[in-house]
Each structure stands twice: as C-alpha cells, then as structure tokens.
C-alpha cells in the first residue's frame, strides 16, 4: 500500500555512492529528504544534484539530512557523479542511492506505470526525527523540483512541530503564522507574549514564536 503522511517511513539498506547505507543510521535521529530521479545522465536531474549539493550546508544547518536516489547502478553513478560536478560547478556531497533492483523506489512507491514502467518519477519524502513521513511531493520528470520550497516546508515544518501554531499561504521564515484553531483566542496572550490580531475568530496571526 502507498505510504501516507504520518506513517512511518520504511527502513531499508542499499548500495550508495558513499558505500553501503542503512537509512535510520544516515538520518541518525535528524530530518531527513529523500528524493528520486528517473535516471542518470539527464539533463533535469544534472541539475537537481547540482541544487541540492549548493544547498547542503543550508540543509545542514536545519538539522536534515539529504538522500538521492535513482535506479541505476553504481558504476554509472560514479561517472554520472563526475558530470554533475563538472557541469554544475559542484562537489556533490551527499549520497546516492543505486537502486538497480528497484527495491527502495518499491517501498516507497516511487515508480508510477502510468507515467513510465521503468524510471521513477521525481518523488520527495521528509521525514522527522521521529522517523514519521511529514511531507510527499510527486512531480513529473520533465518538471525540475524547487529544493528553496523544501526549505522554506522544512522550516514550517520544525517550527511547527514545536509551537501551536502553522504557516499561511506563501509563508516565508521571518512573517507572520497563523494560531492553530486548537487554541482559545483569550488563550494567545500567554502562549505567544509577542502579540497577535483576530482577523475573524478562526484567522489569528502571531508574530513567529522562535525568532
Ligand atoms: C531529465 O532528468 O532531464 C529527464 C529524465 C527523464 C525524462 C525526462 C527528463
């Protein structure tokens, strides 16, 4: 059956470019993203390896760990790897997964037929320390993700897995969230000593809380 949000994401061990991997070890109590590439050699996923290696450290520094994964074998990634790195001006620093007999894009149903019997399309999954699936993104494989968005869902994500409160439409760190219906609005004052404003009874905004 498809993994939903809030199941919690299936361990595994495989082949990667930084040697054998055991997902709960890599991830080791952190975040984590996990994301597929329909194959080596492309041109969108040349791209997307090169993002994601720029953006390391800013993954580092929100406590998460990357994972890439595509369904060819390793030899083929170690060449592959030295293209990324000479065409996107990059080191990539981060492992990826040589998934040759499909095992992790199955359990984690990251090949979808009806797009392509073969390749994977381009899946993410984050996952939270508590190894719990927190977000699921399906995009085409003609459609290159946005690995900023990750952050910006990440920060959302941390922030409001430890205040009451979550992220309106096009929220960027640093602006106003929004009091989770959950809390009482004579309630706020205490819960969020930085103020607020009752907009409608359901729609209360507060300053965020961690910055
Ligand atoms: C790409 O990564 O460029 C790509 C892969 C499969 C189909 C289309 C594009």
């Not at 809030?6 to 361990?11: E, L, R």
């Amino acid at each position: 059956m498809a993994l939903r949000l809030g199941d919690t994401a299936p361990d595994f061990t495989a082949l990667s470019t930084e040697g054998e991997l055991n997902f709960y070890q890599y991830i080791d109590g952190k975040w984590a993203v996990l994301f597929s590439h329909p194959a080596d050699y492309t041109p969108v996923c040349t791209t997307e390896l090169g993002a994601v290696a720029r953006l390391k450290d800013a993954f580092e520094q929100r406590n998460t760990r990357v994972l890439a994964l595509s369904v060819d074998p390793l030899d083929s990634h170690h060449g592959w790897v030295k293209d990324i790195n000479e065409t996107q001006q990059v080191t990539v620093n981060f492992p990826i997964l040589a998934d040759a007999d499909k095992k992790v894009s199955s359990l984690y149903d990251m090949i979808h037929p009806n797009a392509s019997e073969t390749f994977t399309v381009r899946s993410v999954f984050i996952i939270g320390p508590d190894k719990r699936i927190k977000l699921i993104l399906t995009y085409p494989a003609s459609t290159g993700r946005n690995f900023q968005e990750l952050l910006r869902v990440l920060e959302s994500l941390q922030l409001t897995a430890e205040y009451s409160v979550a992220t309106p439409a096009n929220w960027e760190p640093g602006q106003d969230v929004v009091v989770a219906p959950a809390i009482a609005t004579e309630d706020i004052p205490a819960r969020f000593p930085k103020g607020h404003r009752v907009v409608k009874p359901y729609l209360r905004y507060t300053p965020q809380p961690n910055r």
